[in-house]
Nanobody
Framework: QVQLVESGGGLVQPGGSLRLSCSAS????????IGWFRQAPGKEREGVSC????????YYGDSVKGRFTISRDNAKNTVYLQMNSLKPEDTAVYYC??????????????????WGQGTQVTVSS
């Protein structure tokens, strides 16, 4: 059974950092693209970052470029999202998702097949 579990969310002050983890079970992340998305109240789901399977290529949404870094530990079957210089507008529920169908790497939510339950990130003083 495919399962994704996010962790690492919490409350942080503006300018602070958090590292989110996405632990996968039921499949090996080394073979599939993994993405991070977020959704704030009243807003549409937004693609944050994704990492490819074969060459670990990565994409970032414009709002997080230069501040967030995605990485993968295949041995732990886990994907990470390091978030630095956090801003209040980064407040949202963050989800990780797996692209099992093998479509080209990207930040379109509809291309992802399995989703975690989300973890809340709140940036506030």
């Amino acid at each position: 059974q495919v399962q994704l579990v996010e962790s690492g969310g919490g409350l942080v002050q503006p300018g602070g950092s958090l590292r989110l983890s996405c632990s996968a079970s039921g499949f090996r992340i080394v073979y599939y693209a993994i993405g991070w998305f977020r959704q704030a109240p009243g807003k549409e789901r937004e693609g944050v970052s994704c990492i490819g399977s074969s060459d670990s290529s990565a994409y970032y949404g414009d709002s997080v470029k230069g501040r967030f870094t995605i990485s993968r530990d295949n041995a732990k079957n886990t994907v990470y999202l390091q978030m630095n210089s956090l801003k209040p507008e980064d407040t949202a529920v963050y989800y990780c998702a797996a692209n099992i169908r093998g479509t080209p790497l990207g930040l379109t939510a509809a291309e992802y097949d399995y989703w975690g339950q989300g973890t809340q990130v709140t940036v506030s003083s």
